[in-house]
């Protein structure tokens, strides 16, 4: 992901989930904003103590953990 793309995604990231106790009401924010300001589509996962399996492409993907 590019480096302004990715500084956007991490500020919305903490935001989203500092804003909400819900882990599916903060994906839907994180996703509706990547989609409106970057273009669909974007998939969002927020969880605690999971585990996927994901297809994606190396230049527009960004894993972030929050502790």
Known sequence: MPEDTKSDAIDLVVTA???????SRAARMIKEEMDKKFGAPFHVLVEEGFGFEISYIQSRTCYMFLE
């Open 17 to 23: 989930c500092e804003k909400f106790s819900s882990s």
